[in-house]
């Protein structure tokens, strides 16, 4: 099953934070985080692994926690670099290379 | 990091007709995806290419249809055959580099309408 992410789209003033979820109906090994722009290929923001850790990117960083079957993206002052959609990726089979990709978020940062 | 060299990068098919779609890594992955995307939806994994063996498809993929070589461990090819409009979307292929829990990265995608 497809994990949900919420929420579906934002708009954002630049310097204002967002939260993404990413929620799946089943155990999660990890989870990957993509941010996509239009006409451009996914990439890589963070991966986070079992173990509830959290990690930080800059001013992005994410959060697992893996009873939840749960992952947050968080993005603190925005900037405009930042549009985009968002994926969560997530790995429910423990083999660390196939995902399974969430429904997405579209971010979009205006002045 | 991998480079990938995905191509074409857009193609208009007739209906009825077949893409083949190439992808070229830098270097040597174990594992290579086909991604397709459909226009302001996510990624459906569509098969993971093997080298050495057939490719392994995702439920509701079958290998008539998606046709996958991977003939040495830096390249693979994505046939769509006997196209339709409804396979118009943007086909990814990714790589996750051996061991566990690494990064994928993507080409730039191909992007395919059927008329």
């Known amino acids: 099953q497809q994990p949900v992410q919420s929420p579906q789209a934002v708009i954002l003033r630049e310097g204002e934070d967002a939260v993404i979820n990413c929620s799946s109906s089943?155990?999660?090994?990890?989870v990957h985080w993509y941010r996509q722009k239009h006409g451009e290929a996914p990439v890589f923001l963070m991966i986070l692994l079992k173990g509830g850790e959290q990690k930080g990117h800059e001013k992005i960083s994410a959060s697992f926690n893996e009873k939840k079957q749960q992952s947050s993206l968080y993005l603190t002052a925005s900037q405009l670099s930042y549009s985009g959609t968002y994926f969560c990726?997530?790995?429910?089979?423990?083999?660390?290379?196939?995902?399974?990709f969430g429904t997405g978020t579209q971010l979009k940062v205006e002045l | 990091s991998a480079v990938i060299s995905q191509k074409p990068s857009r193609d208009i098919c007739q209906r009825g007709t077949s893409l083949t779609i190439q992808c070229q890594v830098d270097s040597q992955v174990t594992m290579m995806f086909w991604y397709r995307q459909q226009p302001g939806q996510s990624l459906t994994l569509i098969a993971t290419a093997n080298q050495g063996s057939e490719a392994t498809y995702e439920s509701g993929f079958v290998i008539d249809k998606f046709p996958i070589s991977r003939p040495n461990l830096t390249f693979s090819t994505l046939t769509v055959s006997n196209m339709s409009p409804e396979d118009s979307s943007i086909y990814l292929c990714s790589v996750v580099r051996a061991g566990m829990n690494t990064e994928a990265f993507f080409g730039q995608g191909t992007r395919l309408t059927v008329v």
């Open positions: 089943k155990a999660l090994y990890s």
């Open positions: 990726g997530t790995d429910l089979t423990g083999g660390g290379n196939k995902l399974t």
